[in-house]
């Protein structure tokens, strides 16, 4: 039972590459959420999903494309990346409540030079 | 817009005090108050929830307490230890059906031998 995970665990990219972040789960959570987080800022959302197919934005989504193909995937995409995208980025997941938390993975970290 | 704060951002403390961290919100209109644990380079282990009908949490030598009404949650760590060092984040679930957090920019504290 291996919970939240992220693949990769640290890239590096150039100005204007494409990368692909993965988040997979195993606990069968309807909900799923990307995060990134920098210094002095906290965590905040990218985008998130309720469920299987579907997306919507969060707090900070431009530059950013996700997918919910299946249940248990999560992807993240960056199509052209930028200096301003350097971050910790963190999978999430919880159920339909209220009264649960969220569970969160190991992060990613993406330095874009 | 919800906004939640942290005070102090960093707190130093010899082992064995017992200590609170501070958390403010803006809108009162929360499910509930979660803190997390976060220690560096890893993801977030929740640490107590707290609804919003609810006053306090305990957990061993945590205690969270909530406000609701002032916008106010503390975290009380009684008999502070070494391994209690690591950023603590506070996040409020806000309204409407999707579980979102908004997490406050966490304090960093460390626990000196």
């Known amino acids: 039972n291996a919970g939240v995970t992220q693949t990769p665990k640290f890239r590096v990219l150039k100005t204007g590459q494409s990368m692909t972040l993965l988040c997979a789960q195993d606990?069968?959570?309807?909900?799923m959420y990307w995060y990134r987080q920098d210094p002095g800022m906290g965590l905040r959302l990218i985008h998130y999903?309720?469920?299987?197919?579907?997306?919507a934005k969060g707090e900070v989504p431009d530059g950013y494309n996700v997918s919910r193909l299946k249940k248990q995937n999560f992807l993240l995409g960056l199509e052209s990346a930028a200096p301003s995208q350097t971050s910790v980025y963190f999978c999430?997941?919880?159920?339909?409540?209220?009264?649960?938390?969220?569970?969160f993975g190991p992060g990613t970290r993406l330095l874009v030079l | 817009k919800q906004e939640v704060t942290q005070i102090p951002a960093a707190l130093s403390v010899p082992e064995g005090e017992n200590l609170v961290l501070n958390c403010s919100f803006t809108?009162?209109?929360?499910?509930?108050l979660q803190w997390f644990r976060q220690d560096p380079g890893k993801g977030l282990t929740s640490l107590l929830l707290?609804?919003?009908?609810?006053r306090e949490q305990t957990s061993g030598r945590l205690n969270a307490s909530l406000d609701k009404s002032s916008g106010r949650s503390t975290l009380y760590i009684a008999a502070s230890q070494p391994g209690d060092s690591a950023t603590y984040l506070c996040?409020?679930?806000?309204?409407?059906?999707?579980?979102?957090?908004?997490f406050g920019t966490g304090t960093l504290l460390a626990v000196q031998p």
């Open positions: 809108d009162s209109a929360i499910y509930n």
């Open positions: 999430a997941t919880s159920i339909l409540t209220t009264q649960e938390t969220q569970y």
């Open positions: 996040a409020v679930m806000g309204g409407g059906a999707t579980n979102k957090l908004i």
């Open positions: 707290i609804q919003s009908s609810q």
């Open positions: 606990m069968n959570h309807e909900y």
């Open positions: 999903s309720v469920g299987e197919g579907t997306t």
